[in-house]
């Protein structure tokens, strides 16, 4: 972890990590790669983790754009700079990856089912058309940025996000990106068994 | 046993108001005076169960339901069911209102920005 975020406060000079509850080294190792870290003090989950970060980041009035990605490596700086360099020059608000978009990505047979399945259901239910749903790269302006309030904590908050792109109208745009299934990506990545708990928290609100 | 169609009819009546209120955003005031309401509404029905125990056996056969006790089975289960989405929703009222609370504290307690031009998280 360390060394992913070495490697992009190269490019991004302001990094955030959010420590939600964790127990091993990780603060420490993001602080030594040299990013921020906003602690929170319960564990209150992914979605809520994003939120904090977002707003710790729009403090800074000088931030112009946001990216969102996830600080196991299996997001690349390169697609990250260039969906930056999209929402600098087009029209857009948000810009998020897709791994679906060319073949560099290679998920697992019931990991592509799920989330195809994932995509249908979000297109259908906010309108709004992506290939791919639950991509933690994403890259805003402010005003994406301050549009979308995460109230979703856990795993549907990816399905929330795209939601309030509709709501708020926000341009969008998807981007190609490589996502690298590490050992330790994997093993953090959400089991199959989610998707129960995803729509449970969509359904219930 | 042809007028079971009418226990059968508030037992599903009674879900069907569940759900409905599952789904309806709500005020805080009204959902607190329901809920009082209803619970009074459960000791009043408490009170006249015991005063006159044949009076339930009396309701249950009119509704199609064999004896007093299966009656009483039958509300028990329909007022946990809405006990537990009660409860449900107050946990999640109060979760959200907690993540408002924990992440005020994280942002706090957070450095402050050295302002290097553009930020991400």
């Given at each position: 972890?360390?060394?992913?975020?070495?490697?992009?406060?190269?490019?991004?000079?302001?990094?955030?990590?959010?420590?939600?509850?964790?127990?091993?080294?990780?603060?420490?190792?993001?602080?030594?790669?040299?990013?921020?870290?906003?602690?929170?003090?319960?564990?209150?989950?992914?979605?809520?983790?994003?939120?904090?970060?977002?707003?710790?980041?729009?403090?800074?009035?000088?931030?112009?754009?946001?990216?969102?990605?996830?600080?196991?490596?299996?997001?690349?700086?390169?697609?990250?700079?260039?969906?930056?360099?999209?929402?600098?020059?087009?029209?857009?608000?948000?810009?998020?990856?897709?791994?679906?978009?060319?073949?560099?990505?290679?998920?697992?047979?019931?990991?592509?089912?799920?989330?195809?399945?994932?995509?249908?259901?979000?297109?259908?239910?906010?309108?709004?058309?992506?290939?791919?749903?639950?991509?933690?790269?994403?890259?805003?302006?402010?005003?994406?940025?301050?549009?979308?309030?995460?109230?979703?904590?856990?795993?549907?908050?990816?399905?929330?996000?795209?939601?309030?792109?509709?709501?708020?109208?926000?341009?969008?745009?998807?981007?190609?990106?490589?996502?690298?299934?590490?050992?330790?990506?994997?093993?953090?990545?959400?089991?199959?068994?989610?998707?129960?708990?995803?729509?449970?928290?969509?359904?219930?609100? | 046993?042809?007028?079971?169609?009418?226990?059968?009819?508030?037992?599903?009546?009674?879900?069907?108001?569940?759900?409905?209120?599952?789904?309806?955003?709500?005020?805080?005031?009204?959902?607190?005076?329901?809920?009082?309401?209803?619970?009074?509404?459960?000791?009043?029905?408490?009170?006249?169960?015991?005063?006159?125990?044949?009076?339930?056996?009396?309701?249950?056969?009119?509704?199609?339901?064999?004896?007093?006790?299966?009656?009483?089975?039958?509300g028990l289960i329909v007022v946990f069911i809405g006990n537990s989405l009660a409860a449900s929703r107050r946990n999640r009222h109060m979760e959200r209102e907690l993540t408002q609370l924990a992440r005020a504290v994280a942002l706090a307690d957070a450095p402050g920005h050295t302002g290097r031009g553009s930020e991400r998280r």
């Open positions: 972890m360390r060394d992913v975020i070495r490697q992009a406060v190269e490019v991004f000079p302001n990094i955030v990590c959010v420590d939600d509850g964790s127990t091993d080294n990780s603060v420490a190792e993001a602080i030594a790669g040299g990013a921020v870290v906003v602690r929170h003090p319960i564990n209150l989950g992914q979605g809520a983790a994003l939120q904090t970060g977002l707003e710790y980041a729009m403090r800074d009035p000088s931030a112009e754009f946001f990216v969102t990605f996830d600080s196991d490596g299996q997001h690349g700086l390169e697609d990250a700079f260039a969906m930056v360099e999209r929402l600098a020059h087009e029209p857009l608000d948000i810009i998020i990856g897709s791994r679906f978009l060319d073949g560099r990505t290679k998920p697992g047979k019931i990991k592509k089912i799920v989330l195809k399945l994932a995509v249908v259901f979000e297109n259908v239910s906010t309108g709004v058309r992506l290939t791919d749903a639950h991509n933690g790269l994403r890259a805003m302006n402010r005003a994406a940025a301050s549009a979308i309030q995460i109230e979703q904590n856990r795993m549907a908050h990816a399905s929330e996000i795209v939601a309030k792109i509709g709501q708020n109208k926000l341009r969008y745009a998807e981007h190609p990106v490589h996502i690298i299934y590490t050992d330790y990506s994997r093993a953090k990545g959400q089991s199959v068994w989610n998707l129960v708990n995803i729509l449970n928290d969509l359904i219930f609100k | 046993m042809d007028n079971q169609i009418i226990i059968k009819i508030a037992l599903i009546a009674a879900l069907a108001i569940f759900a409905v209120f599952l789904m309806l955003p709500g005020s805080g005031a009204r959902h607190l005076a329901l809920r009082r309401l209803s619970m009074i509404g459960l000791f009043a029905v408490a009170v006249v169960a015991v005063v006159f125990p044949q009076l339930i056996n009396e309701i249950a056969n009119a509704v199609g339901v064999g004896r007093g006790t299966d009656l009483l089975l039958y």
